[in-house]
């Protein structure tokens, strides 16, 4: 079993930038073996994908609202992976959590998912 914990959220001004961490409490071996992926919520709309990385790091997928924007990485060593979120945009206000395994390409999360963190873009 994987426990995920996000953080990086905040308050943030239209054009700025973010950086959202998921970090894997427990079972560290299981996390590193699974492509993982960035979903949000915003209020009174359904999840929707963001950005996965596949189980090596090589493999990136956006959605496009946000392709050429943020950048998913991730360092299997530490457990760790990473939203780096340029040019933000109120539309991108949301709750962002991270998930897994997400199945590729149809990218849906998986079992795990974090508690959440909370993204503000302000005009």
């Known amino acids: 079993q994987v426990q995920l914990v996000e953080s990086g959220g905040g308050l943030v001004q239209a054009g700025g930038s973010l950086r959202l961490s998921c970090a894997a409490s427990?079972?560290?071996?299981?996390?590193?073996?699974?492509?993982i992926g960035w979903f949000r919520q915003a209020p009174g709309k359904e999840r929707e994908f963001v950005a996965s990385?596949?189980?090596?790091?090589?493999?990136?997928w956006y959605a496009d609202s946000v392709k050429g924007r943020f950048t998913i990485s991730r360092d299997r060593a530490e457990n760790m992976v990473y939203l780096l979120m340029h040019r933000l945009r109120p539309e991108d206000t949301a709750v962002y959590y991270c998930?897994?395994?997400?199945?590729?390409?149809?990218?849906?999360?998986?079992?795990?998912w974090g508690q959440g963190t909370q993204v503000t873009v302000s005009s």
């Open positions: 998930s897994g395994p997400v199945t590729i390409p149809t990218m849906r999360g998986g079992a795990y």
């Open positions: 427990a079972s560290g071996r299981t996390f590193s073996d699974h492509n």
């Open positions: 990385i596949n189980w090596s790091g090589y493999s990136t």
